[in-house]
């Protein structure tokens, strides 16, 4: 079945430092990829999403190209700030009903 | 603009207690909702979601029901909690072809 497969964490940085975290897929189909973030205490806020191959979703100064030759969604950010500490979710969108699929979530804390 | 309420945001409950979490959605008709677990520690959980009123899809086999007893109003219920059924629970909605919106969570701890 589908699945999405997302880097463990936790992730420790210093504040300004450059950010990857790694997300493959597997899907039937040409899904729609998505990256949620969790701060703390609170629900899922859509980060950015890509609804097909080659597009980059942005967002926040956070990106993340939908790659189908290599089914990654790898997210990116060039210089992290301590706000950014959270949890971020990598999640496909298939089916006609459009259920997500999360992976585990990683997360981040940024030290100032 | 599209908001959606869950409530409570904690709950204690004893085990073998009865369970109602219930989730509203303003500003669109006919979505799809879905209720999710997430455990300490772990990744997202789907349990239940439904296309349209009284049509409820079950995930995983477990100690917990969902009703829509009307268009956007989405309910976790459960007779008897045990401990197991602890954790942060999500409702959330999406379009057909869209992204999907998330609650604030409610954080349920069975003791």
């Known amino acids: 079945g589908d699945s999405v497969t997302q880097m463990e964490g936790p992730v420790t940085l210093s504040e300004e430092a450059f950010l990857t975290i790694n997300c493959t897929y597997t899907a039937t189909g040409y899904p729609s990829l998505f990256w949620y973030v969790q701060y703390p205490g609170e629900g899922l806020q859509l980060l950015l999403k890509a609804t097909k191959a080659d597009d980059k979703g942005s967002n926040k100064g956070f990106e993340a190209t939908y790659r189908k030759e290599t089914t990654s969604f790898h997210l990116e950010k060039g210089s992290v700030q301590v706000s950014d500490s959270a949890v971020y979710f990598c999640a496909l969108r298939t089916g006609s009903q459009g259920n997500l699929i999360f992976g585990k979530g990683t997360k981040l804390s940024v030290k100032p | 603009s599209q908001t959606i309420h869950q409530w409570p945001a904690t709950l204690v409950q004893p085990v073998g207690s009865p369970l109602s979490l219930e989730c509203t959605v303003e500003g669109t008709s006919n979505p799809n909702l879905y209720w999710y677990r997430q455990a300490a520690g772990r990744g997202l959980q789907l349990l239940f979601y439904s296309v349209g009123i009284g049509q409820i899809s079950s995930e995983v086999p477990q100690n917990l029901s969902a009703s829509r007893p009307q268009d956007r109003q989405f309910i976790l219920s459960s007779k008897k909690l045990l401990l197991s059924d602890s954790g942060f629970y999500l409702c959330?909605?999406?379009?057909?072809?869209?992204?999907?919106?998330f609650g604030q969570g409610t954080r349920l701890t069975v003791v």
């Open positions: 959330a909605w999406s379009q057909a072809n869209t992204e999907a919106f």
